[in-house]
């Protein structure tokens, strides 16, 4: 994407969506009074929004394939730029970046990424794993290449955008892959701030050992207007970075600008979970299916301890 290619793309976003007239925090403005600003955000006059809880119902999709990401292994020529949107934080990247097969419908651009996260360090994924959240989750982006820079005619698309979802998970070591992007972000604290970046490879950021494990289903943006317009390929396995890491953006972000009173921390900034309304949620080939809903380890633990406990006594 060009520079004026980046600059349409938002000013387009922007005008469907003033920074004033959401937040994730107030009651007048948070996710469940979007609707009333955002006809199309309202779920009872619309169906398919996102996220969802994945809950491993699923249909087996044999022909769902690792998707095809062109330029993701090379460093791109240019500049990136990282802001803080007061919404999230963003990564705009530039021109050379394409994503297709995997069962879309077309080709892509991609146009950015960006994060989501919670106000601890447990709870900030928008999409669910049977009920799970996970700390973080990051969006990237696309558009149809065939209306690139043209955002409005995308989202009157029902397959206009395609979004790669990944969570993002905690361990103890710090993630190189991350380090790059995460020391910047003290830099965009604040709404506002813009600072450069360097281009890297961007699978980088992906689970490159699991990419063909994802799950499939049509949906919405998570933010205003919520057009249901997106693709949506949410990677099974989560990469992970640092507690440290982690903390730049649960304790060090702001909705508000640089001298702004009062100061408020930007978090919890995840829309909540929406019915499928008998939506199909297709598992990729070599993605994990089960019959019936999986517990986590640590409460499957929990539930066997009184058992194992009784057995020993």
């Not at 491993?56 to 022909?63: A, D, F, K």
């Not at 990424?113 to 601890?120: D, E, I, K, P, T």
């Not at 190189?176 to 701030?193: E, M, Q, R």
């Amino acid at each position: 994407m060009t520079i004026w290619g980046t600059v349409i793309f938002f000013m387009v976003l922007i005008s469907n969506s003033s920074a004033r007239d959401f937040c994730y925090d107030e009651e007048y403005c948070n996710p469940y009074s979007w609707g009333d600003k955002f006809p199309s955000c309202h779920p009872i006059i619309d169906e398919h929004h996102s996220p969802i809880n994945l809950d491993y119902q699923m249909i087996r999709n044999e022909s769902l394939e690792a998707l095809t990401l062109e330029g993701f292994d090379t460093v791109q020529p240019g500049e990136w730029t990282l802001k803080n949107n007061g919404h999230s934080v963003v990564l705009e990247v530039g021109s050379g970046l394409q994503v297709g097969g995997g069962g879309l419908p077309a080709e892509y651009t991609t146009v950015q990424l960006h994060f989501h996260w919670g106000s601890n360090h447990t709870n900030g994924s928008e999409h669910t794993v049977n009920g799970r959240r996970y700390p973080m989750e990051m969006h990237i982006v696309n558009m149809k290449t065939a209306y690139y820079p043209n955002l409005t005619a995308a989202l009157e698309d029902p397959t206009g955008i395609a979004v790669l979802a990944v969570f993002i998970d905690v361990a103890y070591a710090e993630s190189d892959s991350f380090s790059l992007l995460f020391t910047l972000v003290p830099a965009v604290a604040f709404k506002g701030k813009t600072v450069p970046v360097t281009p890297f490879p961007l699978n980088s950021l992906l689970p490159t050992k699991n990419i063909s494990q994802y799950y499939r289903y049509h949906g919405s943006l998570t933010t205003p207007p919520c057009s249901k317009a997106v693709l949506w390929t949410v990677y099974e396995v989560p990469v992970y970075v640092s507690y440290e890491q982690l903390n730049e953006f649960v304790s060090g972000v702001y909705r508000s600008e640089e001298g702004e009173e009062p100061v408020i921390l930007l978090h919890d900034n995840f829309r909540h979970v929406h019915d499928t309304f008998g939506r199909k949620v297709y598992a990729s080939k070599d993605a994990t299916l089960f019959s019936g809903a999986a517990l986590p380890v640590y409460s499957l633990l929990l539930c066997l301890a009184p058992i194992l406990w009784a057995g020993l006594s």
